[in-house]
């Protein structure tokens, strides 16, 4: 059995990217953007997911930074387009023309970890049996709710439908990450705060949501924010995913105030480029001592 600080499990994608800036072609998936953040931290890190057997290069830059990568071919991978019609980040169109396969218990057998960490990105991808199977091997698991509450429409867009094993999946998680659309989905309301207590009620222990101008945690009964303060916003795909992985990253040693001003820091420098996080852990403890 090979134990790991943090481990990021979701399929991964292969985005195009719509917006005024042009169309771009990015190696995406949850797993990729939250196993660098994880990694800054110095912490031992393995990602687990699924891709076409052609795509196998994914693997190359998550190696390179000392992440152990678990990836298993699928007939084809997950084919995404993101359109950003508006400057209004949290404002895109979604649509899917292929998906991998399931990510299933077998995938991560041998595995051990402090924290699991859910990155899906549409229903299906992980089942509860296996989000089971993964809360068996942590001490602390955490989830990113869109991979639960998207579905592939029959026109092959991404939209959101009542999710059957709500309470069923959620009574499993520690951390729980939500954007302000997801969060506004599943409580009825747009009161991002009243959103975070009504989704905490729903057995998470804490709540980590995401919206356009930073975060906010909900955590123990308290509430913690911080905003994102990107000198230039060039890289919107992938925030929500690098700020839940930096922050379930760092509240392995970290508090939930602590985890909440890191997560926001580190998610500032990831929007201003396309891609997965790339600066070094002293820029963000230098954007820290500044900003925060």
């Given at each position: 059995?090979?134990?790991?600080?943090?481990?990021?499990?979701?399929?991964?994608?292969?985005?195009?990217?719509?917006?005024?800036?042009?169309?771009?072609?990015?190696?995406?998936?949850?797993?990729?953007?939250?196993?660098?953040?994880?990694?800054?931290?110095?912490?031992?890190?393995?990602?687990?997911?699924?891709?076409?057997?052609?795509?196998?290069?994914?693997?190359?830059?998550?190696?390179?930074?000392?992440?152990?990568?678990?990836?298993?071919?699928?007939?084809?991978?997950?084919?995404?387009?993101?359109?950003?019609?508006?400057?209004?980040?949290?404002?895109r169109i979604l649509s899917v023309?292929?998906?991998?396969?399931?990510?299933?218990?077998?995938?991560?057998?041998?595995?051990?970890?402090?924290?699991?960490?859910?990155?899906?990105?549409?229903?299906?991808?992980?089942?509860?049996?296996?989000?089971?199977?993964?809360?068996?091997?942590?001490?602390?698991?955490?989830?990113?709710?869109?991979?639960?509450?998207?579905?592939?429409?029959?026109?092959?867009?991404?939209?959101?439908?009542?999710?059957?094993?709500?309470?069923?999946?959620?009574?499993?998680?520690?951390?729980?990450?939500?954007d302000a659309v997801e969060?506004?989905?599943?409580?009825?309301?747009?009161?991002?705060?009243?959103?975070?207590?009504?989704?905490?009620?729903?057995?998470?222990?804490?709540?980590?949501?995401?919206?356009?101008?930073?975060?906010?945690?909900?955590?123990?009964?308290?509430?913690?924010?911080?905003?994102?303060?990107?000198?230039?916003?060039?890289?919107?795909?992938?925030?929500?995913?690098?700020?839940?992985?930096?922050?379930?990253?760092?509240?392995?040693?970290?508090?939930?105030?602590?985890?909440?001003?890191?997560?926001?820091?580190?998610?500032?420098?990831?929007?201003?480029?396309?891609?997965?996080?790339?600066?070094?852990?002293?820029?963000?403890?230098?954007?820290?001592?500044?900003?925060?």
């Amino acid at each position: 059995m090979k134990r790991y600080d943090f481990v990021t499990v979701g399929n991964y994608t292969k985005d195009t990217i719509v917006s005024a800036a042009g169309t771009r072609h990015v190696d995406g998936g949850g797993y990729n953007y939250a196993a660098h953040a994880a990694r800054l931290l110095g912490l031992s890190v393995a990602a687990v997911t699924r891709r076409a057997a052609g795509d196998s290069h994914i693997s190359e830059p998550l190696t390179a930074a000392g992440i152990d990568v678990y990836a298993f071919d699928s007939p084809g991978s997950t084919l995404m387009r993101l359109e950003y019609p508006t400057a209004n980040v949290d404002e895109r169109i979604l649509s899917v023309k292929g998906v991998a396969d399931p990510i299933e218990p077998r995938h991560f057998e041998g595995i051990e970890a402090h924290t699991f960490l859910i990155t899906a990105s549409i229903r299906g991808e992980v089942a509860p049996a296996t989000v089971k199977a993964m809360k068996d091997r942590c001490q602390r698991l955490a989830l990113d709710v869109q991979g639960f509450v998207r579905v592939v429409t029959p026109e092959g867009r991404l939209a959101y439908e009542a999710w059957p094993e709500r309470e069923l999946v959620l009574g499993m998680i520690d951390i729980l990450k939500t954007d302000a659309v997801e969060a506004e989905f599943l409580t009825g309301t747009a009161d991002i705060r009243a959103a975070a207590k009504k989704l905490a009620a729903l057995g998470p222990k804490e709540i980590v949501l995401t919206h356009k101008d930073g975060l906010l945690v909900l955590a123990g009964g308290r509430y913690h924010e911080a905003l994102f303060r990107p000198v230039e916003l060039r890289g919107r795909s992938g925030r929500g995913d690098t700020c839940v992985g930096s922050y379930a990253s760092r509240r392995i040693g970290a508090d939930p105030a602590d985890s909440t001003r890191w997560a926001a820091a580190l998610t500032s420098l990831k929007l201003e480029a396309e891609g997965v996080i790339r600066r070094p852990r002293a820029d963000v403890e230098k954007l820290l001592e500044e900003q925060y």
